[in-house]
């Protein structure tokens, strides 16, 4: 059978019927692994994994990676640290360990509670690439994940001219988008899933994965990018369903769970590229002149983004708390 399946240059690779939809992907799409699961990452091969509170939580509990838990633990004993302290070793220790797995990054989260602090934002950012280096990871595999608010994007600004990359993280607005691309920021997560979940509580309807309001989010912030020309790189994030992310396939990058991964592991479905850089170009955008002022108001007339950032910065400030409080037990 002839191949019609290509890679970015447009050179045929192999035939559809030999092909997952996963290897599919892989073709056009960096391809990253949502979860802190190290026996996951081996089996889905991502070139990059991303963390967070809540996934490091739910993978510390579990009896594989006491020893890493131990390790943090006893660290903190020789020291004297705070709980807190002992979260931020035990985010880096995971971090290693996930870095001798894939050839790519992983990215660390700043703790949320620290949202709207900048210059706290930036001292953690400068302690979690310290500590990587101090285990010889150089910090070209490391993202900082920072919430994206007015003092995350600043915190990103200063970090970046210090070469430290930035994940920017609970991004659901063009506002935000911008703001990242214009502070330099290495990479952005547009949450599609959770913004499919506000419109379809707000709206009281369901969206089919190409009409879906988080997917189409994703796909006009490519779009300004690229014509642009920002290097900032666009990660969807945040999937619901397999589809949902597929309608995505020739994006930068895709960060996706576990249980969607192997949905498309399983499947040979043809898998159509829907973005690239020199098909979103669109000369009837207008670039957008984005201040402290203007980024708040946008942000504020977004009834959607201002919800789920307030409600993502929470949630994640609780799983870390949780954290933090299984680490004091430990101790």
């Given at each position: 059978m002839k191949s019609d399946v290509t890679n970015e240059k447009g050179k045929p690779v192999a035939a559809r019927a030999a092909l997952?939809?996963?290897e599919q992907l892989k073709m056009f799409t960096r391809?990253?692994?949502?979860?802190?699961?190290?026996?996951?990452?081996?089996?889905?091969?991502?070139?990059?994994?991303?963390t967070n509170p809540t996934?490091?939580?739910?993978?510390a509990q579990k009896p594989d990676y006491q020893s890493l838990v131990e390790k943090a633990v006893q660290d903190g004993?020789?020291?004297?640290?705070?709980?807190?302290?002992?979260?931020?070793?035990l985010l880096v220790l995971f971090g290693l360990e996930i870095l001798k797995i894939v050839?790519?990054?992983?990215?660390?989260?700043t703790s949320a509670k620290l949202a709207f602090d900048t210059e706290a934002l930036v001292a953690e950012g400068r302690e979690f690439i310290g500590?990587?280096?101090?285990?010889?990871?150089?910090?070209?595999?490391?993202?900082?994940?920072?919430?994206?608010?007015?003092?995350?994007?600043?915190?990103?600004?200063?970090?970046?001219?210090?070469?430290?990359?930035?994940?920017?993280?609970l991004l659901f607005s063009m506002a935000q988008a911008v703001g990242a691309a214009e502070a330099g920021a290495k990479l952005i997560s547009p949450f599609v899933g959770r913004i499919l979940d506000w419109n379809k509580k707000a709206n009281k309807r369901d969206y089919t994965p190409s009409e879906d309001p988080g997917v189409q989010s994703v796909r006009e912030i490519y779009a300004y990018y690229k014509t642009f020309g920002y290097p900032t790189e666009v990660m969807g994030a945040s999937f619901r369903?397999?589809?949902?992310?597929?309608?995505?396939?020739?994006?930068?990058?895709?960060?996706i769970s576990p249980d969607l991964l192997a949905e498309m592991q399983a499947?040979?479905?043809?898998?159509p590229r829907k973005l690239s850089p020199e098909t979103s170009r669109d000369a009837r955008l207008s670039r957008l002149a984005l201040d402290e002022k203007k980024f708040r108001w946008m942000l504020n007339e977004n009834a959607m983004a201002t919800e789920k950032l307030a409600e993502g910065i929470r949630t994640f400030a609780a799983d870390a708390l949780k954290l933090e409080e299984y680490l004091g037990r430990k101790l």
């Amino acid at each position: 059978m002839k191949s019609d399946v290509t890679n970015e240059k447009g050179k045929p690779v192999a035939a559809r019927a030999a092909l997952n939809q996963l290897e599919q992907l892989k073709m056009f799409t960096r391809v990253v692994a949502d979860t802190g699961d190290f026996a996951l990452l081996r089996q889905f091969g991502p070139e990059d994994a991303t963390t967070n509170p809540t996934l490091i939580l739910k993978a510390a509990q579990k009896p594989d990676y006491q020893s890493l838990v131990e390790k943090a633990v006893q660290d903190g004993k020789k020291g004297a640290q705070p709980p807190d302290d002992l979260m931020r070793k035990l985010l880096v220790l995971f971090g290693l360990e996930i870095l001798k797995i894939v050839p790519g990054r992983v990215s660390t989260e700043t703790s949320a509670k620290l949202a709207f602090d900048t210059e706290a934002l930036v001292a953690e950012g400068r302690e979690f690439i310290g500590q990587y280096a101090k285990a010889g990871v150089g910090r070209e595999r490391v993202l900082i994940k920072l919430a994206t608010s007015w003092e995350g994007i600043q915190a990103a600004r200063i970090l970046q001219r210090e070469g430290i990359n930035c994940n920017m993280t609970l991004l659901f607005s063009m506002a935000q988008a911008v703001g990242a691309a214009e502070a330099g920021a290495k990479l952005i997560s547009p949450f599609v899933g959770r913004i499919l979940d506000w419109n379809k509580k707000a709206n009281k309807r369901d969206y089919t994965p190409s009409e879906d309001p988080g997917v189409q989010s994703v796909r006009e912030i490519y779009a300004y990018y690229k014509t642009f020309g920002y290097p900032t790189e666009v990660m969807g994030a945040s999937f619901r369903s397999k589809g949902e992310a597929l309608e995505l396939a020739g994006c930068d990058l895709l960060t996706i769970s576990p249980d969607l991964l192997a949905e498309m592991q399983a499947s040979t479905e043809p898998v159509p590229r829907k973005l690239s850089p020199e098909t979103s170009r669109d000369a009837r955008l207008s670039r957008l002149a984005l201040d402290e002022k203007k980024f708040r108001w946008m942000l504020n007339e977004n009834a959607m983004a201002t919800e789920k950032l307030a409600e993502g910065i929470r949630t994640f400030a609780a799983d870390a708390l949780k954290l933090e409080e299984y680490l004091g037990r430990k101790l």
